[in-house]
């Protein structure tokens, strides 16, 4: 069965840093593109960032230059470091794995 597991969100001032891990289990992860989407409140889901199997990255313009996503296939792991966060950062952010599986998102909030 396979398990998408985010975790590391919580609450951070204005300016921090979180770093946002999603671990995969009950399949090889490094087969599939990964993603990070985000859903704040009255919003629609976007993405945030994604890595592709061979390393191609896309951010969106929201938080090009601050977040980085990186993967480490020899723990079936994906990362999402975020920096100079945002109160429009705030949302619930969910990782996915190729096209069908998500997790079951971890919040974030960015307040003072």
């Known amino acids: 069965q396979v398990q998408v597991v985010e975790s590391g969100g919580g609450l951070v001032q204005p300016g921090g840093s979180l770093r946002l891990s999603c671990a995969v289990s009950g399949i090889i992860s490094s087969s599939f593109g990964m993603g990070w989407h985000r859903q704040a409140p009255g919003k629609q889901r976007e993405l945030v960032a994604s890595?592709?199997?061979?390393?191609?990255?896309v951010y969106g313009d929201s938080v090009k230059g601050r977040f980085t996503i990186s993967r480490d296939n020899a723990k079936n792991t994906v990362y999402l470091q975020m920096n100079s966060l945002k109160p429009e950062d705030t949302a619930v952010y969910y990782c996915?794995?190729?096209?069908?599986?998500w997790g079951q998102g971890t919040q974030v909030a960015v307040s003072s």
């Open positions: 996915k794995l190729g096209q069908n599986f």
């Open positions: 890595i592709s199997r061979v390393g191609r990255i």
